[in-house]
């Protein structure tokens, strides 16, 4: 150690010995180097920095990095319901998420192209759903963090490959989900350790179905199945039934919109609030404020109610469709009759 150091450089030396992140250490790090006077005495010691330095900055450039892949696999719900879409690799799972949503995906004839989750918002009558294109399954490697992934979304979208054995990929992935603790949601109460597993709606999308040549094939795909799946034969490439696929996922994510208006007024049919079906009417005021569950007393339902108009107390379940009129405590006298 040189002799002729500025006592800063000790001061700044016995701070970086205590800093516990490497954030702090490359700083202190570089306070130290920029107080070192640059002469051949202190040759050693400057190079003995910048090594350090730069060992520091790759030790944070990599944390930096795994945070981010980390981030990348926590994907914020959007919309109506996030939709995750797994599969056996190169079945089309990307190039479906791009062309339901709408975005650009990475789509390769080779296998293994999707590494990170992808999220598209998938517009469909008058709502979006979020999908989410993933890396692929299988049994040689699956990137850890997609259980919790898939454990988080309202939805599974499977897509199996019409042109490949779908049957297999099917019952493959099924089996490897079971293996992530994740069930279909027919299978609720199958197992011993029932509250380690988490149920989701199931989808099978049964892709590069292009046109009707596939129908007989889908047809024997069916026969073969041994248990009744929700499925579709849809070709992300012709765009063969994906009008009907879109609906179909909205009808499996278990979710009723409703709308509100105001007495006298009309509802605004664009904006629906979308509820977990079986939602009553209590939830729709909550929804709305958390001060309107306690202060609403009856409410008006146009739709599915017994007749029009019914008037509905707070355990009223809502269905998909229903126009609601709610009646506040304070002003409900005036307004019901
Ligand atoms: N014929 C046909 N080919 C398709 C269809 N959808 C995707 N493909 C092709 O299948 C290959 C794989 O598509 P991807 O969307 O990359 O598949 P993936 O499931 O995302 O695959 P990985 O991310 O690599 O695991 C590409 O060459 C696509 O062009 C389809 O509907 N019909
Ligand atoms: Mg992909």
């Known amino acids: 150690m040189p002799t002729n150091l500025p006592p800063d450089y000790y001061i700044i030396e016995k701070r970086f010995r205590e800093a516990e992140t490497t954030e702090e250490k490359i700083e202190l ?57 797994v599969g056996p690799t190169n079945v089309g799972k990307s190039a479906l998420v791009g062309v339901l949503t709408n975005t650009e995906t990475k789509v390769s004839e080779t296998p293994h192209t999707t590494w990170e989750p992808q999220a598209g918002m998938m517009h469909v009558e008058n709502i979006q759903v979020q999908l989410v294109d993933t890396p692929s399954l299988s049994r040689d490697y699956v990137e850890p963090r997609m259980k919790e992934l898939i454990r988080r979304a309202d939805m599974v979208l499977l897509v199996v490959d019409m042109q490949e054995d779908p049957l297999a990929q099917l019952e493959e992935t099924i089996k490897l989900l079971e293996e992530y603790h994740i069930a279909p949601r027919q299978w609720q109460g199958r197992y011993m350790d029932d509250l380690r597993m988490t149920y989701l709606p199931y989808l099978v999308a049964v892709n590069k179905s292009d046109d009707e040549s596939a129908d007989e094939l889908y047809e024997i795909f069916c026969q073969l199945l041994e248990e009744r799946w929700a499925c579709l034969p849809v070709s992300a490439a012709s765009g063969r039934n994906l009008e009907p696929f879109k609906h179909a996922i909205l009808e499996r994510l278990e979710i009723i919109r409703v709308y509100t208006k105001a007495p006298g007024k009309d509802p605004d049919y664009n904006t629906p609030f979308v509820l977990k079906q079986g939602s009553t009417v209590a939830d729709l005021a909550g929804r709305i404020h958390k001060d309107f569950v306690n202060k609403f007393k009856t409410a008006r339902v146009w739709g599915n109610a017994v007749y029009e108009r019914q008037m509905v107390q707070r355990d009223y379940v809502l269905q998909d469709g229903d126009v609601v009129e709610l009646h506040m405590s304070n002003v409900a006298q005036s307004n019901t009759n």
Do not use: C, I, N, W
């Not at 130290?32 to 944070?60: I, N, Q, W």
């Open 29 to 85: 790090l570089q306070e130290m180097y920029s107080v070192v006077p640059k002469h051949k005495g202190t040759d050693h010691l400057r190079a003995d920095l910048r090594r350090k330095l730069a060992k520091l900055k790759e030790e944070a450039q990599s944390h930096r990095g795994a945070a981010k892949r980390d981030s990348a696999f926590r994907v914020p719900k959007a919309g109506a319901g996030q939709v995750v879409v």
